[in-house]
DNA sequence: ATAGGGTTAG
């Protein structure tokens, strides 16, 4: 503490000190000036100064209100606000914008609606920034359940707290629906009529002090409040939801661009698009006042969420015309619209235009790319903004974390799980949901687990993070139990969660199970099934060797099967060698795209894996003619922060001859042991020794064997594919397993093979 | 006194 502050201190002891009405200006303003770190000793100073000079708390209070509520000490403002209402002050409308406001980030409405009495019964009802911040306390805080305005969670904080007196025999103005919705306010109500309701006011006898004083933030974050667009989209059901904001705003006698703002922001964000684009038309025809960045802001995200952006564009050529473009809030929302209508490329190209991007610019544009896919730009924009030197958030965190899990650079991922815990942040439920899908994904499952049962609360998404992660990495017993416990636990499964479960079925060919799964689905839980539902069972049956069954299923479908589904039945085609389904199938995936170049690969390839030679070349003909090219098989594996990528027969590494040597003392050991190389599946036109020759430099193989003489004795070696695992390589990643005594993962895309001992977490189910 | 960014998807 600085010595001004100590000697304001001591002066504030000391009330005799204080001689006149001047001098004690002179200190209040003294307070003001100084740091207001210790705002929170002044005042409680000057309650006790105020006992000696009855003339000054009002004055004193006044202002320092303000600067509690501009310092973030809004329970101190609320607690200030009590003492001068009962040391009979009035309020002016300086005092009440900041109560409210308060008010509001407390997310406390029912002492917000006492301050509203307050503000009607001090005659300030028509005040233009009271009624602004009315506006804004009841657009954020009422929420559409009959339950009084709370929702059941900030019930739970809210009852906590010390409350306000009970209201009784006042002359206060709330008229009450037998719901306990107030439907009307306004003054001089009759008192009886006020009286038996559940009813607030503001008699306000009590003090508000809260035990929670030390912690005033973290509610938005902790309980998703108005900081989460999701959880307050609720206008299909919310007959009530703005009627309170409505009714200020048609009492205000003067409305500015604020107060319009104010109810535009609230439609938009309790999910009237209708109603807020509605204002925006009327806010330039009743008052001709054109939109500016605050409006323009809290339309973008209805236009994101509708995917449309045509109008999205719109609100940006509108933007630039204004030169609004470079706006941060604007900017934010710009490179969210693009996102959310899957144009990363423009998000990019608005946020590389912004000349001053903030924390949220940042965390837009980084999520955007994320949840696009474009996982290793993601990463890249958060070294950058690391570099920016702008802190991660709890958003940022939960943005970029994805990126480690699908890229599953588990390295990465811990470095990250690292500064959130500096942080502070590992309580956070998207970021805890987020590590808890990273480290399942990364195969590492206990640690995943720890986390998932760290948390207060598991929600959908971290359950079925957790059942994904089992199902990916074979381990379909547990997958299903979680699913089952789940269930037990009141936690209701979405499509996401019956995906998960489908998934773990399907990796461990538990086609009973997967029907269980299915028809429940649609029976229990009234999900029809989408594409990826349908896909995952019909690669289950397909992979089981069900492929009349499949065919069947697939032809039945209630959506138009996709490409991708009818292809992962090709593949099974293949490995069953089934050529008449093959080219029936093959067909269906023509008729819907002609240059499916996979779909003639498969097929050429089933018609050489049963030696139809001719067949096949004709294929390749065709391909060769059309001038499509499949893109090549390549696995690679990450050592020391690098990316060894190989195709087949790639020749091209450094450590070539090292890697082809290892493979050829592998191949002898091998085959010494019983593997036999199956030749069936290449081409018919080379000789025998160059079959296998190729066939023992599947990238697959390549990237193995790179594994086994860069990394360390013992420790898992970890390969990932862009193409399914062939039937070959996976019988031969078997035999090597057993061999080096490595654990191996070779992840193919979507699932995680692990070798260990010569068996397959998979049981040989590909 | 008003506005923008987040977790699960074979």
């Known amino acids: 503490m600085s010595s001004t502050e100590t000697l304001l201190k001591t002066l504030l002891r000391n009330p005799y000190s204080i001689k006149s009405i001047s001098q004690a200006k002179q200190l209040h303003a003294q307070i003001i000036k100084t740091n207001t770190t210790h705002l929170n000793l002044y005042h409680e100073s000057l309650i006790g100064f105020n006992a000696f000079h009855p003339s000054l708390p009002s004055l004193a209070l006044k202002s320092i209100i303000r600067c509690y509520t501009s310092n973030g000490l809004f329970l101190q403002t609320l607690t200030a606000f009590v003492k001068m209402w009962d040391s009979g002050d009035y309020p002016d409308h300086n005092v009440f914008p900041s109560v409210l406001k308060s008010c509001t980030h407390l997310m406390d409405l029912r002492f917000g609606e006492s301050v509203h009495g307050c503000v009607i019964r001090v005659g300030l009802d028509s005040d233009l920034y009271t009624g602004n911040a009315l506006m804004n306390m009841y657009s954020k805080l009422e929420t559409s359940g009959g339950n009084g305005g709370l929702s059941d969670v900030a019930c739970q904080v809210f009852d906590k707290m010390p409350r306000l007196g009970n209201v009784v025999g006042n002359d206060m103005c709330f008229e009450v629906s037998s719901d306990g919705n ?9 008192r009886e009529r006020v009286a038996g309701g559940s009813t607030m006011g503001c008699s306000m006898k009590t003090s508000y002090v809260s035990p929670q004083s030390n912690k005033q933030t973290g509610f938005f974050d902790r309980f998703g409040g108005m900081s989460n667009k999701v959880s307050r989209r609720n206008g299909e059901n919310g007959a009530l939801l703005m009627y309170n904001v409505r009714k200020v705003f048609e009492m205000m006698p003067k409305k500015d661009l604020v107060s319009w703002n104010t109810v535009i922001a609230g439609y938009a964000q309790n999910g009237f698009y209708k109603e807020a684009l509605n204002m925006v038309r009327e806010m330039g025809s009743a008052s001709h006042l054109q939109p500016d960045s605050f409006t323009l802001s809290s339309v973008l995200p209805i236009f994101a969420e509708y995917v449309d952006v045509m109008k999205g564009k719109e609100i940006h050529g509108y933007a630039i015309r204004h030169g609004l473009d470079t706006d941060v809030y604007i900017g934010s929302s710009l490179i969210d619209m693009y996102a959310n209508c899957t144009r990363v490329e423009d998000s990019c190209r608005v946020f590389n235009l912004l000349p001053q991007p903030d924390s949220v610019s940042w965390n837009s544009v980084i999520a955007g790319c994320v949840q696009n896919g ?34 599953t650079t588990l390295h990465l991922g811990k470095q990250l799980h690292g500064r959130i815990i500096r942080g502070g942040l590992d309580d956070n439920l998207f970021i805890a949901s987020s590590l808890v ?7 590492n499952i206990k640690t995943a687990r720890w986390i998932f049962n760290d948390m207060e609360q598991n929600d959908i998404v971290s359950w079925t993070a957790m059942i994904m992660g089992c199902a990916l990495h074979g381990h379909a017993n547990e997958a299903i139990s979680l699913f089952g416990q789940m269930e ?47 896909a995952s069972v019909a690669d289950l049956l397909a992979r089981a060797g069900k492929l009349e069954e499949a065919y069947g299923f697939i032809s039945r479908m209630h959506i138009e099967p996709a490409g991708s589904v009818w292809s992962t039945l090709l593949a099974s085609c293949r ?20 240059n499916n170049t996979g779909a003639y690969v498969l097929l050429s ?64 050991v091998m085959e010494r042991e019983g593997y036999v190389v199956d030749t069936n599946e290449v081409l018919h036109d080379i000789e025998e020794e160059q079959k296998r020759e190729l066939l023992c430099s599947h990238s697959e193989r390549l990237a193995i064997a790179f594994g086994i003489i860069s990394t360390p004795v013992g420790s898992t070696i970890r390969v990932t594919k862009n193409l399914r695992v062939c039937v070959d390589c996976h019988i031969a990643t078997k035999f090597i397993s057993k061999i080096v005594g490595r654990e191996i993962i070779v992840r193919d895309n979507s699932r995680f093979h692990h070798f260990r001992d010569g068996k397959c977490s998979c049981g040989d189910y590909w």
């Open 182 to 190: 107030m439907v009307h306010f306004g003054r001089n109500l009759d």
């Open 374 to 407: 474009a996982f290793d730009e993601g990463l890249k924009l958060f070294r950058q903004m690391l570099m920016a030197k702008i802190k991660p958030v709890n958003v940022s965190f939960s943005s970029i974390m994805p990126a480690c899990a699908h890229l």
């Open 437 to 443: 899908d990273m480290y399942a994904r990364c195969g």
């Open 488 to 534: 037990m636990e009141g936690v209701k499964p979405n499509s996401v969660a019956f995906l998960a479960v489908l998934t773990a079925c399907s990796h461990a060919k538990m086609v009973e199970e997967a029907w269980q799964y299915f028809n429940s689905m649609v029976r229990d839980y009234g999900i029809s099934p989408g594409l990826e539902h349908y």
């Open 575 to 594: 490995v069953h060698k089934n050529i008449e389904l093959a080219e029936k199938v093959a067909e269906k995936i023509f008729s819907l795209d002609p």
């Open 605 to 668: 390839n089933t018609y050489s894996a049963a030696g139809r030679w001719k067949e096949a070349a004709k294929l390749r003909t065709i391909m060769r003619d059309k001038g499509t090219r499949k893109k090549p098989a390549c696995s690679w594996i990450e050592v020391n922060n690098e990316v060894h990528a190989f195709v087949a027969g790639d020749k091209s590494h450094p450590c070539y001859d090292k890697i082809n040597e290892v493979m050829t003392i592998l191949l002898e």
